[in-house]
T-cell receptor, first 112, second 115 residues
Framework: KAGVTQTPRYLIKTRGQQVTLSCSPI?????VSWYQQTPGQGLQFLFE???????NKGNFPGRFSGRQFSNSRSEMNVSTLELGDSALYLC???????????FGPGTRLTVL | AQTVTQSQPEMSVQEAETVTLSCTYD???????LFWYKQPPSRQMILVIR??????QNATENRFSVNFQKAAKSFSLKISDSQLGDAAMYFC????????????FGKGTKLTVNP
């Protein structure tokens, strides 16, 4: 069974631009969570989706948004990029919200 | 708010030896899950082991085992017969059972395995 896939793997943007990251969960998994990983702050929870509904949101500004489609694929969007948004963005999927999360390889976003 | 603390930023071990990584957590919940994840230099986060708080028996997965002390809120990971492929960042994570299912991570421990 294929694992969690994330596209693109690497992204370079400039301040003020917006970016969309994509996550395809493991087949059959309906819950998707997003995390931001930085050297300074470590791993921080962004949001969680299940059945196209956002169930939980972390402490991030409104520039960070996401959605989930009927096939469980998820996207996250960051608008008006700032230098501090440079990070590894990890997506994790699980069968249901209460189940173990399995991570994708991440998208490395660099904001110049 | 729940917090997870990994007090050892870096650890090293000789190949074939045993190493223990420490993790403590703070929660007022009685039902929760604890995890160890491994993140090799390639960055893919891999689940190593999972422990349910209501289970007194320590979880084991091949060479990986945990020492779960619920009263002390301690959750250490023991790696036996260390291999070069065990070199990675190891993250301890907590998740409340029910309600918010987000993972709360520690800062990680970088494990080096010396040949």
């Amino acid at each position: 069974k294929a694992g969690v896939t994330q596209t693109p793997r690497y992204l370079i943007k400039t301040r003020g631009q917006q970016v969309t990251l994509s996550c395809s969960p493991i087949s059959g998994h309906r819950s998707v969570s997003w995390y931001q990983q930085t050297p300074g702050q470590g791993l921080q929870f962004l949001f969680e989706y299940f059945s196209e509904t956002q169930r939980n949101k972390g402490n991030f500004p409104g520039r960070f948004s996401g959605r989930q489609f009927s096939n469980s694929r998820s996207e996250m969007n960051v608008s008006t990029l700032e230098l501090g948004d440079s990070a590894l963005y990890l997506c994790a999927s699980s069968l249901a919200p209460a189940d173990t999360q399995y991570f994708g390889p991440g998208t490395r976003l660099t904001v110049l | 708010a729940q917090t997870v603390t990994q007090s050892q930023p870096e650890m090293s071990v000789q190949e074939a030896e045993t190493v223990t990584l420490s993790c403590t957590y703070d929660t007022s919940e009685s039902d929760y899950y604890l995890f160890w994840y491994k993140q090799p230099p390639s960055r893919q986060m891999i689940l190593v082991i999972r422990q349910e708080a209501y289970k007194q028996q320590n979880a084991t997965e091949n060479r990986f085992s945990v020492n779960f002390q619920k009263a002390a809120k301690s959750f250490s990971l023991k790696i036996s017969d260390s291999q070069l492929g065990d070199a990675a960042m190891y993250f301890c994570a907590y998740r409340r059972a029910g309600g918010s299912e987000k993972l709360v991570f520690g800062k990680g421990t970088k494990l080096t395995v010396n040949p």
